[in-house]
């Protein structure tokens, strides 16, 4: 670790942590790392470099680009450097004294700015093993013989502290283990993970496009992409008819006020797009020579009215629940939304589409009565539940999320947060599922509990979330009628099954390998005809799947049958449906399935179309041959 900062990826001012046997391998291996660095280019200065979940990491800044061929350099000096059996040594020093050796080190740059985020009081630290000397907490394994698994794995740019303002440095991704086993193991995963990338498959098989004209982290749905959205919306919004819930629509600007009062504004002030500033507002503040930070402050203070890129919607569910008088025998209202919304992200944080600027939420929100509090927040989680069921999710856990006592970031008084906690506590025990409580992650407004889906080859997704909030009610002025025709204030839950549909899409094409069910798939059936003669009878044969709403497409290409058949396996379409010029006369079709292969053979035209309309109508999951099985 390059200073004392936490086993995360985090540019947060470091505190001390106790770290796992595993951590204290990843994070000896990044301090091996950089000393390996340091022989090979002396001239190198050294930012940070903390163990992470999947591994470690270490940000250098160096005129000497880090390319593949040169990560292989630095892989076998650190098998040197580790072969030497170097010891770890901790020293603990004043301030004064940290100062001198950084200086000696010749790494100012970076870790003097380091050392001044400790705290004053607390115990400065450096850990030693050999030639190489590095201002860090802790802790270590004793000797560098411990390390017995490592693989560095790519470079990346990296802004210094996060900052795109700042100098970008290089960072070398590494990964670590006890033993060379569960290394293989690990590297294995990430092939199979390069193989379901989201963003290759994507292009693949015509889902979704990022343009930079357009913008990045702004994500351009194509046609089939928007196939799978729009089964996903279906399904949410036949589930949510069922539970009586109301749709609505709302805008993608808000004025400035409306996140002032939600606290939207400025609490997630440095992730949300610069307001939008009225027209006359600016030219009477350029005549007048204001500054930018002078603009700043104004709209800060409330001086200056303007718009802003909506960056949640509960505001204006809020809005549309106030808009007209409420009884007691009204609640729960529940208003649902797939409603686009905006936040900034930094540049080098995007990804596809699991990180992005613009998204669209699956999103509700609830007004209700106390006394219905927890009836509706099990109804909220049985939904998040039935998502996961229906797509084969089924390794999750849950995480509540509370507030944490000392910080300011939170608004509303201690006792609606108790109450509000306490809630979430007595709901998540009914659910039958391990959770765990996390101190801090709470969002500002209220607690939330989040479900955090492990993936086919154990990666962990944060996805479907369930708030409850008592402040916005509070901060709105809501209010509702009770039985003793006295206003009272209603509580709110927010809830999203999906969370962003874009991310939810990005996780499912990589949970499938892009080998979508067939109720999902843009194509869901396609016709291969064994010559061009038998093109009309294939278009006769796709109007019967057309018929019933199954998604069909005919191969007209003049190409052997092999070809169609790797062509449409490559495309993941779910079934396949041959038709030779016997099957034709017989009103028969062979069935070559990916998703089902107890459809696989000869049979006739209705009975195909028959079962394929149930496995789409029951949602069935893809079934794997005995060979995949096997494997």
Known sequence: MALQDLPCESNSIPTMKEMSPLEEIRHSTAHILATAVLRLYPETKLDIGPPTDSGFYYDFDSEISFTPEILVEIEQEMAKVIKENQRFERMEVSREEAKEIIRKMDQEEYKLGRLADIPEGETISFYRNGEFMDLCAG????????????KLLQTAGSYHRGDASNKQLQ?????????????????????????????????????FHIDEMVGQGLVLWKPNGAIVRQELEKFISEELAKQ?????????????DLYRTSGHFPYYQDSQYPPIIHREYLTKLAEEGCTCSELSNKLDDGDIEGYMLKPMNCPM??????????????????????????????????????????FTQDDAHLFLREDQLQDEIQGCLGLVKLVFSILGMNDYRVRVSLRDPESDKYVGSPEAWDKAEEALREA???????????????????????????????????????QVDYNLPERFDLSYVGSDNKDHRPVMIHRAPFGSMERFCGVLIEHFAGNFPTWLAPEQVRILPMNDDLVTAAEQCAKEFSKVGIRTGIDRQAAKLGAKIRKAENEKIPHMVIL????????????????????????????????????????????????????
């Open 139 to 150: 802790s270590h394994v004793s000797y560098t013989k411990k390390i017995k698994a490592f």
């Open 171 to 207: 960072r070398i991704y590494g990964t670590a283990f006890a033993t060379k086993d569960e290394l293989a193991k690990h590297l294995e995963q990430i092939e199979e993970a390069k193989k379901r990338d989201h963003r290759t498959l994507g292009k693949e098989l015509g889902l």
């Open 244 to 256: 009586g819930y109301s749709q609505v629509y709302t805008p993608h600007i808000g004025k400035l």
């Open 317 to 358: 569910h809020i809005r549309i629940f106030r808009s007209e008088p409420r009884s007691y025998r009204d609640l729960p209202v529940r208003l649902a939304e797939f409603g686009t919304v905006y936040r900034w992200e930094q540049s080098g944080e995007l990804n596809g589409m699991t990180r992005v600027r613009g």
């Open 428 to 466: 998540v025990k009914k659910l039958d599922v391990d959770y765990e409580e996390e101190l801090g992650e709470a969002a500002f407004y209220g607690p939330k509990i989040d479900f955090v889906v492990k993936d086919v080859i154990g990666r962990e997704w944060q996805l479907g979330t369930v």
């Open 580 to 631: 030779g010029k016997r099957e034709a006369e017989e009103g028969k079709v062979t069935i070559r399935s990916r998703n089902n292969p107890e459809l696989d053979g000869t049979c006739d035209l209705e009975a195909c179309v028959e079962q394929i309309s149930t496995e789409i109508k029951t949602k069935a999951l893809p079934k794997k041959r005995h060979s995949e099985n096997s494997n």
